[in-house]
């Protein structure tokens, strides 16, 4: 019998929106010339941290940092396996300043930090999540194949990669959200080829988007239990979702959409253990998307 629901997701870290702009272009989403409204991200990331509590999740808060405006992303922190910690390897200098806060949080809560070699690029959690006791993780746009093998060796854990070949969903996480052991919300279209039998091989029970809901960005949704907080539910999508018992529940982030980012993306799992989220499945219908 297999679970529902994820054996992680129930503890996050977070980092306020004081600083928060887009104040450069390094995805296909950021413009330079728009402007922030400051007052509103904060009251729609603080509504985000209260649908999370509510959900049942913990949030812990890493402290924001003056000139580093996309820290909020902290799903770019590195990746959680246990009490490990792999630090990002940045691809863009803007991003690159961001590390030593991270690792500092990290030390301080006692976890041991370990580096991926010098010259790799990788973005964390953004590019890598864990599924059927795999890690699957993204490449192309902003991290490299090459990361795969060493974060491999780090984690202990297999690593399924998947080549995002449409540059508006530059990351792993626009384009796949684990639900439970066997299920996901999968954006094939954002595939190679290979990467998208990859994926249907590992996900027997997918849904499965098209073009226009992905970028909606509602695969860059938090899942809590049996509660997915979306900053989009485009109406087919919710349908599927409360048939198979989620609960569906939209909070909107639209001034860190000017950025390239949603939920998922503001958000870091401090419980994941790579290795034991659930074991390889496989052998499911094939996908129709």
């Not at 940045?90 to 010259?119: C, I, K, M, N």
């Not at 993204?138 to 399924?160: E, I, M, N, Q």
């Not at 997918?206 to 539910?233: I, R």
């Not at 982030?253 to 496989?282: I, P």
Request: aromatic share 8%; proline share 6%.
């Amino acid at each position: 019998m297999y679970s529902q629901s994820l054996a992680w997701g129930r503890r996050y870290l977070m980092c306020p929106p004081e600083h928060f702009g887009v104040l450069y272009e390094i995805n296909a989403w950021m413009r330079a010339e728009v402007r922030v409204d400051l007052d509103r991200a904060r009251a729609q990331w603080q509504a985000l941290v209260a649908t999370m509590r509510a959900a049942g999740a913990e949030v812990e808060v890493l402290e924001p940092v003056e000139g580093l405006p996309d820290l909020v992303f902290t799903a770019n922190a590195g990746i959680v396996n246990g009490h490990q910690y792999v630090p990002s390897r940045f691809r863009h200098p803007q991003r690159q300043g961001e590390v030593a806060h991270d690792v500092a949080w990290f030390e301080a809560a006692g976890y041991t930090v370990s580096w991926l070699p010098e010259g790799m690029v990788h973005e964390g959690a953004g590019d890598a999540l864990p599924f059927g006791g795999a890690l699957v993780s993204g490449y192309r746009t902003r991290s490299d194949a090459a990361s795969h093998a060493a974060l491999s060796r780090l984690t202990g854990a297999p690593v399924r990669s998947v080549e995002l070949v449409d540059e508006r969903l530059y990351h792993l996480d626009l384009t796949f959200c684990p639900l439970g052991e066997r299920r996901a919300i999968v954006a094939p279209h954002a595939w190679d080829r290979y990467g998208a039998k990859v994926m249907e091989a590992l996900v027997p029970e997918p849904l499965v988007l098209d073009d226009e809901q992905a970028l909606s960005f509602c695969a860059n949704s938090v899942v809590v239990g049996t509660t997915v907080v979306m900053p989009a539910c485009p109406v087919t999508v919710g349908r599927r979702l409360e048939a198979w018992g989620f609960d569906p529940v939209v909070c909107e982030v639209s001034e860190f959409a000017k950025a390239g980012g949603a939920c998922r993306c503001l958000t870091l799992a401090l419980d994941v253990d790579v290795r034991m989220c659930g074991s390889e499945v496989g052998d499911g219908p094939r996908w129709d998307g």
